[in-house]
Each structure stands twice: as C-alpha cells, then as structure tokens.
C-alpha cells in the first residue's frame, strides 16, 4: 500500500492508526500508547511532541481524525480491540478470559513464547510492574489480575449493585482466588512435593472454601444479591478445576453442583464450555516449560 509522505491517520476497518512517515516510518496507534488517554485530544498532543511534529503536520494528522466514520473514530479514540497479552495457558489469565467471554466481550490473544518478546514487553514499558498478564482495552495497558478482573466486572455490571454488595463479592471472589492460587501452582511443583499438595488442596477445598459456598447459595441463585456478578463466574472457574483434580469433589455439596450446572447452562458460559472456545485447558509440560523460559524462572 502506498504511503503519502505526510503524517496521516490510516483507516483500517473498525481502528485506525497515525503514520508518521519521516520518523522511520513509526505507527502509533492508539491502543498502543502506553498511557492511559481518556482523550484523544491528548493522544495527539503525545503524538506530536513524541514525533516533534510541526504544527502544520499536527494539523493534517488532526484533520485525518476528523474526517474518519463514527466507528473507525469511537474504536480509535477507545481503542475498541480487547488484546491479552499472556502465555498459551491458564495461569492468572483464564478468569480474565472468562469474565470476558461471560460478559461477550471478544478478544485477541497475544501468546508469548519466547523471552526476547518478554523482554521487548519491558523494554516498551508496557508492563507496569514488569509481569503479565496484560490486558489492553479501553485505550489502556492494564496489568494487575485484581485490578483488570474488577474493571471488566464494573464495566459489564457483575460488580453488585452498591458497595455493599461490591465487598462481599470482593470477599467470596478472593476466597475463591486464593483456593486457585493454590491449584495454579500445582504444574510447576516437582513431582514429590505434588502429592502433598494436591491432599492440602482438597482438605481446604472442603474444609474451608466450599462450605462457605455451599451455604451462601442454599437460598440465593448467585453468591450476592440473587445476580450475576463476577465472583459467581469465577466460582464457576474454580469447581470446574477441582473437579479436574477431584471428580467426585462436590458430591457432598449439592447446592454448589446445581448452581455449577445453572450456570453452565447460561449461553454464554455454554458457549465458552464448547471446545474451540477461548477456554484454555490444563496445563501440559509445553506450558510450563514455556513460562520458566520466558520468566527465566528455575522451579
Ligand atoms: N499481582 C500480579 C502478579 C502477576 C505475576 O506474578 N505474573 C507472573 C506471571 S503469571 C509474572 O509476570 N512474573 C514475572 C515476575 O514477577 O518477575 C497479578 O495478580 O497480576
């Protein structure tokens, strides 16, 4: 495609990114700043002071954004693409992944496999604290599990109705995280320490964490509010996986096994169980493998 000499803005179908020809050829787009813009007034001002435009080329950039349609510009000035940026597996990224597809958001997928795009990532400055997962949306790079699951929570309404709710769906959610957390570490335990972990897991499990859940949903369809919120889907999650390890685990907690069938058979979720979904499935040896490499991480 032939480029005009002049700084433009080129449409593609549904973004938009600002060609800057005479500084080697860079694209900005905006999804790709490493800031946060609510506005994209501000993108340009970046833009120009980055490319030290003049400001008669400001002014062809600007009239570019002007002149583009309602959606290329609402997708340019809101970066409308959702990309993740993580390993091809689980990890901190798969309740990520399913509080998105629940909410219907689509999304792409950046899989690292190497170190040197690792390092790339922390040499652009896009990871704040130097670890993904990474979530680009809404014209910012959002890292920190917490922070991102939160934002796409409020953003789709499954964050309750008050803050109230909003707590105790932050105290189920992080009960239900730290059971995870414990099973996201299985794959990289030798093989002796194993064993050992997977007895731990499943005392706390029905010890401590299902319990808990079984008598919040014995009168309620969902953990808080009788609606759908994002500690209900990361619930969801979080059985499925312990069934993956402990077929028969909920065998003693029928309110927890219906609320897992109800909700698997919300479409969206139905969807997501499908195979040839965005799911991830459990980790291999590759997947581990992959994330010690990239992290230069010995387990
Ligand atoms: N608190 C962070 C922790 C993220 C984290 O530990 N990510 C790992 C990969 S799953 C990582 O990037 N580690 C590299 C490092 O900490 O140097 C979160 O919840 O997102």
Same mark, same amino acid.
């Given at each position: 495609?032939?480029?005009?000499?002049?700084?433009?803005?080129?449409?593609?179908?549904?973004?938009?990114?600002?060609?800057?020809?005479?500084?080697?050829?860079?694209?900005?787009?905006?999804?790709?700043?490493?800031?946060?813009?609510?506005?994209?007034?501000?993108?340009?001002?970046?833009?120009?002071?980055?490319?030290?435009?003049?400001?008669?080329?400001?002014?062809?950039?600007?009239?570019?954004?002007?002149?583009?349609?309602?959606?290329?510009?609402?997708?340019?000035?809101?970066?409308?693409?959702?990309?993740?940026?993580?390993?091809?597996?689980?990890?901190?990224?798969?309740?990520?992944?399913?509080?998105?597809?629940?909410?219907?958001?689509?999304?792409?997928?950046?899989?690292?496999?190497?170190?040197?795009?690792?390092?790339?990532?922390?040499?652009?400055?896009?990871?704040?604290?130097?670890?993904?997962?990474?979530?680009?949306?809404?014209?910012?790079?959002?890292?920190?599990?917490?922070?991102?699951?939160?934002?796409?929570?409020?953003?789709?309404?499954?964050?309750?109705?008050?803050?109230?709710?909003?707590?105790?769906?932050? @105290?189920?959610?992080?009960?239900?995280?730290?059971?995870?957390?414990? @099973?996201?570490?299985?794959?990289?335990?030798?093989?002796?320490?194993?064993?050992?972990?997977?007895?731990?897991?499943?005392?706390?499990?029905?010890?401590?964490?299902?319990?808990?859940?079984?008598?919040?949903?014995?009168?309620?369809?969902?953990?808080?509010?009788?609606?759908?919120?994002?500690?209900?889907?990361?619930?969801?999650?979080?059985?499925?996986?312990?069934?993956?390890?402990?077929?028969?685990?909920?065998?003693?907690?029928?309110?927890?096994?219906?609320?897992?069938?109800?909700?698997?058979?919300?479409?969206?979720?139905?969807?997501?169980?499908?195979?040839?979904?965005?799911?991830?499935?459990?980790?291999?040896?590759?997947?581990?493998?992959?994330?010690?490499?990239?992290?230069?991480?010995?387990?």
């Amino acid at each position: 495609m032939s480029q005009p000499d002049r700084p433009h803005i080129h449409k593609e179908r549904s973004d938009a990114t600002v060609y800057i020809p005479r500084k080697s050829h860079k694209i900005f787009s905006y999804g790709h700043m490493t800031q946060c813009f609510t506005e994209v007034h501000f993108f340009f001002r970046t833009v120009s002071r980055l490319c030290k435009l003049t400001y008669s080329e400001f002014t062809h950039v600007k009239s570019a954004y002007l002149s583009l349609d309602i959606l290329v510009k609402y997708n340019f000035t809101m970066s409308g693409k959702v990309v993740l940026t993580y390993f091809n597996g689980r990890g901190r990224m798969e309740s990520i992944r399913w509080l998105l597809a629940v909410a219907g958001v689509e999304f792409e997928e950046v899989n690292i496999t190497k170190r040197q795009e690792y390092v790339k990532l922390l040499s652009d400055g896009a990871l704040m604290f130097e670890q993904v997962p990474l979530v680009e949306m809404d014209g910012m790079k959002l890292v920190q599990t917490k922070a991102i699951l939160n934002y796409i929570a409020g953003k789709y309404s499954l964050y309750g109705k008050d803050l109230k709710e909003r707590v105790m769906i932050d @105290m189920y959610a992080e009960g239900v995280q730290d059971l995870m957390q414990l @099973m996201m570490a299985l794959p990289f335990m030798p093989p002796d320490a194993n064993k050992t972990k997977l007895e731990e897991i499943e005392r706390k499990a029905t010890s401590r964490y299902l319990p808990v859940f079984e008598k919040a949903l014995f009168s309620s369809q969902y953990l808080v509010g009788n609606q759908l919120s994002c500690a209900d889907v990361q619930l969801l999650e979080t059985t499925l996986m312990l069934e993956e390890k402990f077929p028969t685990i909920l065998s003693k907690f029928p309110v927890v096994k219906a609320f897992q069938g109800r909700m698997k058979s919300l479409p969206a979720i139905h969807k997501f169980l499908q195979p040839g979904s965005k799911r991830k499935p459990q980790s291999d040896d590759i997947y581990v493998k992959t994330v010690c490499e990239v992290l230069d991480f010995k387990p």
